[in-house]
Nanobody
């Protein structure tokens, strides 16, 4: 059984910072990449960032320069440091893990609200 446990969401003012974390456990096999998606009310789920097992990072254009993704392979944990947050960053953030066997796993989601 695979489990992804997310934490770190909350309410923050515009311009503030938050760091999300996601710890993976269970029969994942070898992990190819770990990443984050988000979904705002009324919108489709969208890609935010991901990092491969080799440390290659990709970001959505809307978060580049403000968000930083990192990964601790020994702990099977991925982090998303979010700086200079904007109201349009408000969404439920989901952790995503893909194994080398192309299995996709999702966390339960954590709410991030950016509001004054």
């Amino acid at each position: 059984q695979v489990q992804l446990v997310e934490s770190g969401g909350g309410l923050v003012q515009p311009g503030g910072s938050l760091t999300l974390s996601c710890a993976a456990s269970g029969s994942l096999g070898r992990i190819y990449f770990m990443g984050w998606y988000r979904q705002a009310p009324g919108n489709e789920r969208e890609f935010v960032a991901r990092v491969t097992s080799a440390g290659i990072r990709n970001y959505a254009g809307s978060v580049k320069g403000r968000f930083t993704i990192s990964r601790d392979n020994a702990k099977s944990t991925v982090y998303l440091e979010m700086n200079n947050l904007k109201p349009e960053d408000t969404a439920v953030y989901y952790c995503n893990v893909r194994s080398y066997t192309n299995n996709d796993y999702w966390g339960q989601g954590t709410q991030v609200t950016v509001s004054s």
